[in-house]
């Protein structure tokens, strides 16, 4: 079966028109209220408080990576069942948190296994990391990189980059079909099979919505940031970084959400019925 990204993209639309009010919700929860809390937590530190900084701001991580996942499963599940109700995607949504924090987790190790290598060859080409991470943000302290060190950066990159390329598209599906199809390590594989003969496609997509993005909160915060400074004058920096910081959030709160349904509708054009006929026996889904 051939899918079309043009029809993807069609379903995408109809489901946020359709359905916005039930995401709102779930994109606040999980990607603005995060940026809230550090703006609440973070800043209330000073020097003599260091230590309570540091805990808050542990807390605040564990708090935000499950508000992300539980978000990004339960506007998933909401655009891939059209009867799937809030409440019912917020119960899958906290019901499958943990096989997807341990697929999150594989790719975790995965990501540090490529970066310890990539470490290990810079200092065996004659990189200096210690002196690296002494110049305390200062350019002109930045020890200078080996000939061969150079060249070994160029290689793996360009190696690296295409395979995470390739692997950023097919393994796309990935959370689709563990929130779908019960499945654990076996995700990857299934992912990679619903995306097979798309690849370039998803390629492109995916550095369409990085390259809108970025532009997008760049723009968000430049324009936020001067006005609000020209308003509030320079005595309340702190005030303009928390808005700046929180219409950042909105911005990106909406591409995640665009993002997600766009998965889980992908999700459906390949799986066919099989994404919505999970118990076999009336249709209904089995969230």
Excluded: C, K
């Amino acid at each position: 079966m051939t899918v079309r990204i043009g029809s993807v993209w069609d379903s995408t639309q109809q489901v946020l028109a359709g359905r916005a009010a039930m995401l709102i919700p779930f994109a606040a929860i999980g990607f603005v209220l995060p940026s809230l809390l550090q703006l609440l937590v973070l800043p209330q530190g000073g020097a003599s408080s260091a230590g309570n900084v540091s805990g808050s701001g542990l807390v605040v991580t564990i708090m935000s990576l499950v508000l992300g996942v539980w978000a990004q499963l339960g506007i998933m599940a909401l655009a891939t069942h059209p009867a799937t109700t809030s409440a019912e995607a917020s119960r899958v949504g906290f019901r499958r948190f943990f096989p997807v924090l341990g697929l999150a987790l594989a790719i975790g190790f995965v990501v540090a296994l490529l970066v310890l290598i990539f470490i290990i060859g810079m200092v065996v080409f004659g990189f200096d990391f210690a002196a690296a991470m002494a110049v305390n943000g200062d350019p002109s302290r930045m020890p200078p990189m080996p000939g061969g060190a150079v060249i070994f950066a160029m290689i793996y990159f360009l190696v690296a980059l295409p395979l995470t390329l390739w692997l950023v598209a097919r393994l796309m599906l990935t959370y689709a079909v563990v929130l779908n199809e019960r499945r654990g390590l076996g995700a990857f594989r299934r992912s990679i099979a619903l995306t097979r003969g798309m690849t370039w496609r998803l390629i492109g997509v995916t550095l369409l919505f990085l390259i809108v993005l970025s532009v997008s909160v760049f723009a968000v915060q430049g324009v936020t940031g001067a006005v609000f400074r020209l308003i509030l004058g320079p005595d309340m920096l702190w005030l303009v970084l928390a808005v700046t910081t929180l219409a950042s959030a909105v911005v990106s709160a909406a591409f995640m959400t665009l993002a997600y349904v766009f998965v889980a509708r992908l999700y459906v054009a390949t799986a066919g019925e099989q994404a919505l006929r999970q118990d076999g026996q009336d249709g209904s889904p089995q969230l």
